[in-house]
Structures are given as C-alpha cells and as structure tokens.
C-alpha cells in the first residue's frame, strides 16, 4: 500500500536523469541509451496512470512506445554504424560538420 | 510487501540509471540499462500491468538491449574521453532540468486524491487489454505494422550502403533500386 507520487517522482526522476545523460555524455551509443532512458521514464508514467484510473488506453499506448522505441532503435544504430564508417569514431564531440 | 518490493526495485532502478551516467565504457552503460528495464519490468507486474512486463522483458531487455551491445561490439567502442562538455548545456541544460525536476516533484506531491496503489488491485488480463486493441485500435495496430516494416527496411538501406564496394557510393543508394543492386 504506497502512495502513487511515488511512482511518479521515480519516473521523473528516470526523465531527468536521461535527460542529464544525454547532455554529459560524449559517447553517440550512450546519448542514445540516455533517449531510451527517458522513454523508460515516461513509460513508467503512462503505466501508473492507467492504474490510477483503471483504463486499459494507457496500457495499449506503453504498447506502442515500445514498438516505436524499437524502430527508432534499429534505424538509430544503423544510423550510428554509417557515421563510423563515415568518420571513424564514436565521440560527439568530432561529429560536427553542421556546427557553426 | 509492495512497499518493500517498490524501495529494492525503485532503488536498483535509480542505482542502474545513474551507473548508466557515471560508468564510462559503453558496454558498461548498456549493462546498467539492462537493468533498469527489468527492475521497470517488476514495477510493471506491481501496478497489475503483467502483459506490459512480459513486452518490457522481451522487447526492452531482449531485443533493443542485444541490439545495443551488438553495436558497441561492431564498432569496438572504448572508453569515452573525458572532454568539456558544451558550455551551452552547463549554463542552460542543467539549470533547466533542475528546474523541470523541482517543478513536475511540486505538482506530483501537491496533487491531491492520486490514491494509492496496492498488491490487491486488480491487475490487467492480457484479454481485456488485446480486446481493446484489436476492436478499437485496430487502425494504429496496422499502422506500427508499416512503420516497423519502413524502419527494417530503412536500417537495412543504412547499414549496408557502400560496404566494401566502393562502386556503391554513389548518390542513388538509398534509392529502391540502389538497394535491389547492393542485395544481389
């Protein structure tokens, strides 16, 4: 029997640790581990709310968070390979051919 | 019991994310991650979503995750050099996630008749949840379908494009036919 803040302050708390690890993080794999940090975050979020409220909506739409993450992990790595192979290294710091 | 099992695995989530934040070789990072998302998994089963930790164990931990060290293999990532960050994110980012943070913790705690969540609560049957997806949304369950099959086909065209040939390279590969050729 535990409040359900509870859960929500955890989530926040994943959000903005996601959010600090893509911006500390000088590795391009572990920026995108931060993103699905924060998708975990907010995953959470939908999950206690639809218990809160007892619909099933909430449930389906984690569902296709998951789905999407998946996709986005897939082209995202592949994106990642094709920049390797393009300039040889992982750093974001040396991928900046569109800074100013 | 359920405020028990929330402190172990609410507290191995947040150790796990910020291991995730002070480890330095990648592969680290994606060990931490794996286990975040099977301690979310329990919190999932806690709060009566049981189909939801299944997906979150087999999609999450399995797939994305084997995915993840995967490439951290492929590519040989080492340690990541400790570099100054840009200043942008020290002056502006951590301010403002600070900020964020402080004030989605105000509304949450200042939120009144959230209620709260027990072990008796009646959890999710996978029937009820799938009968809500294919009656009512039948049309984004398709949909996912296509943008699942737009992104294998999209990680394909990327991760093979000019491997090895060099007379791939040219500006027509991601094309539908610059792929019929690389695949034959």
Redesign the interface.
């Known amino acids: ?10 989530s ?3 959000f ?6 893509f ?5 391009i ?2 920026v ?3 993103i ?2 924060m998708l ?1 975050g907010v ?2 979020s939908f ?2 709310f ?3 409220w ?1 619909l ?2 909430g ?2 739409f ?3 968070v ?10 995202g ?6 920049i ?2 393009a300039r040889a290294t ?2 974001v ?1 040396r991928i900046d051919l569109m800074k100013l | 019991m ?2 028990i099992l ?1 402190v172990v695995f ?1 507290g191995l ?2 150790a796990g ?2 291991n ?2 002070l480890q330095r070789h ?1 592969i680290n ?2 060990l931490s ?1 794996v286990v ?2 099977s301690s ?1 998994a329990v ?2 089963l806690l ?3 049981e ?2 930790a299944a ?2 164990i087999i ?2 931990a399995g ?2 995750m084997v ?2 060290v995967f ?2 293999m ?2 040989n ?1 080492g340690r ?4 100054m ?1 840009s200043r942008a ?1 020290k002056v502006v ?2 301010p403002a ?1 600070a900020v ?2 402080a004030v ?2 105000t509304v ?2 200042k ?1 009144q008749g ?5 072990l008796n ?2 959890i ?1 049957s996978t029937e ?2 799938s009968r ?2 294919f009656h009512e ?1 039948l049309l ?1 369950f398709e949909v ?1 379908s296509v ?2 099959l ?3 086909l ?3 065209a ?2 093979r ?3 090895g040939h060099p007379t791939n390279k040219t500006p027509f590969a991601g094309t539908p036919t610059g792929e019929r050729r690389v695949s034959k």
């Not at chain 1, 029997?1 to 955890?10: A, G, Q, V």
């Not at chain 1, 911006?23 to 590795?27: A, E, P, V």
């Not at chain 2, 990541?80 to 570099?83: F, L, P």
Request: charged share 10%; glycine share 6%; net charge negative.
């Open positions: 029997m535990i409040p359900i803040s509870w859960y929500l302050l955890l926040a708390t994943l903005c640790l996601g959010v600090v690890g911006l500390i993080k000088r590795n794999i572990t995108f581990m931060s699905e940090l975990n995953n959470l999950v206690t639809a218990h809160m007892h099933v909506k449930q389906i984690v569902f296709f998951m789905v999407v993450a998946a996709a986005e992990a897939a082209v790595l592949a994106i990642i390979i094709a390797f192979r992982l750093a710091d | 359920h405020l929330f609410g989530c947040l994310a910020l995730l934040l990648p990072s994606a991650l975040v998302m979310l919190l999932y709060l009566g979503a189909f939801l997906a979150q999609v999450y797939a994305i995915l993840f490439v951290v492929l590519l990532a990541e050099e400790r570099t960050g994110a980012g951590f996630i964020v943070l989605i913790a949450i705690l939120a959230l209620g709260t969540a027990s609560d009646p999710t009820e949840l809500v997806l949304l984004p996912t943008l699942i737009i992104a294998i999209g990680a394909v990327l991760a494009s000019g491997d």
